[in-house]
């Protein structure tokens, strides 16, 4: 499951508009909170946070469901590998 077109629309203008500039306006958390609700509601079981900046408004404690941040599993990921590499 996923944004409708309308809502990644949206999603990518306070992305590159507000989020990427250093802005963070409530509003920008309210309309994510807003499609993360829908997608609840539509059955989704979680949401991937699949942009770097998207975790400066969106965590677990701000949506209706659970957040995979893709950055920080990379880095733990990463560095779960990097700490059992044996010189």
């Known amino acids: 499951m996923r944004a409708n077109p309308v ?3 949206e999603i990518n203008r306070i992305i590159m ?8 306006a ?3 958390l309210a309309y994510f909170q807003r499609v993360i ?4 509601a539509d059955g989704c079981d979680a949401v ?3 942009c770097t ?3 400066l408004i969106v965590s677990d404690a701000t949506s209706a469901l659970p957040t995979l941040d893709s950055t920080r599993l990379l880095a733990r990921s990463a ?3 990097a700490m059992s590499v044996r010189s």
């Open 7 to 9: 809502e990644r629309i």
């Open 17 to 24: 508009d507000e989020l990427v500039k250093g802005v963070v």
């Open 26 to 28: 409530p509003e920008a």
């Open 37 to 40: 609700e829908r997608m609840k």
């Open 48 to 50: 991937i946070l699949g």
């Open 53 to 55: 900046e998207i975790p």
């Open 79 to 81: 560095l779960r590998r």
